[in-house]
């Protein structure tokens, strides 16, 4: 009869220790924040397709070209998605940035602050914003821009 209160003693022991490792150790904490959510997954999309290629915009005044302008953009997108959806109307997503372009680089406020790459990409978000729907292009970066003088 002993070594069975001894055994039980053992065992209630051994029990309460392993459910008081459960409860501080194993147990989830109900006030604990969420996991965050997983990163989203980038893709990009270049404007012009070609590496070696560049979207040209004039500035015209008084009759000639005073700058032409070297543009290559890159669209990163959060979703494989929303990268096919904006490659399938491309043509018209370049038409409207040549658009935006034209008519912005040639304002006197755009020359004056030395064509800012913040405002051009602002503006151009816009007009991803505009043709595909708020949301669909995560960003828009211009990943090189060169200028040349014009004939005068």
């Known amino acids: 009869m002993k070594k069975i209160l001894i055994i039980l003693v053992f065992l ?3 029990g309460g220790a392993g459910g008081a490792a459960w409860w501080f150790y194993f147990r989830k904490d109900p006030n604990a924040p969420p996991p965050p959510p ?14 070696n290629d560049s979207m040209t915009v004039s500035v ?31 043509p018209e997503l370049i038409n409207d940035f040549q658009v935006e372009l034209h008519s912005l680089l040639a304002r006197k406020l755009v020359e ?4 800012n790459l913040d405002l051009l990409q ?11 729907g708020p949301g669909i292009v995560y960003k828009v970066s211009i990943t090189n821009m060169e200028q040349a003088e014009g004939s005068k």
Do not use: W
């Open 12 to 14: 209630l022991l051994l």
């Open 38 to 51: 997983p990163p989203p997954q980038l893709s990009q999309l270049a404007i012009p397709v070609d590496a």
């Open 60 to 90: 015209i005044k008084n009759g000639q070209i005073d700058r032409a302008f070297f543009f290559r953009f890159a669209l990163t997108f959060d979703d494989p998605k929303k990268a096919e959806k904006a490659k399938q109307i491309m």
């Open 112 to 115: 004056d602050s030395n064509y």
């Open 122 to 132: 602002q503006q151009l978000q816009k007009v991803c914003d505009k043709r595909l």
